[in-house]
């Protein structure tokens, strides 16, 4: 599938990192390095613009080696980017650690996952089907 991308910043496009990767590398397209103190959250521009096409999303997430490395992450994860969104993407990390973090430009901040979706229509009922796990919530399922 093809997406069309405006790419303002001074990086190459993001590109998948291993031939079965899922998430592409979104980097920082940033002037000058930004400090994360702990418990800080920051939004931070990639420098690209997408047209998805129907039906597609793209997901934000983190990566990995920095929230196990450093105690980075995005906030709101995934964070959803709309097919009729056509603002700069920008990633919201939040440092959970105890120690500052520095954001240096073109440094891999999130990962970007693009996914097909469908919307659905609402049936107002009075009931719905009996299932085995019924109405149980949160740890309902139990440790196994």
Sequence with gaps: MKVRVINTSKHELPEYQTPQSAGLDLRANIDEPIELRPLERKLIGTGLFLELPAGFEAQI????????????????????????????????????????????????????????????????????????????????????
């Design 61 to 144: 997430r983190p990566r990995s080696g920095l929230a196990y490395k450093y105690g980075v992450t995005v906030l709101n994860t995934p964070g959803t980017i709309d097919a009729d969104y056509r603002g700069e993407i920008k990633v919201l990390l939040v440092n959970l650690s105890n120690e500052p973090f520095t954001i240096d430009d073109g440094e891999r901040i999130a990962q970007m996952v693009v996914a097909k979706h469908e919307q659905i229509s609402w049936e107002p009922s009075e009931s719905l089907s009996d299932t085995e796990r019924g109405a149980g919530g949160y740890g309902s399922t139990g440790k196994k």
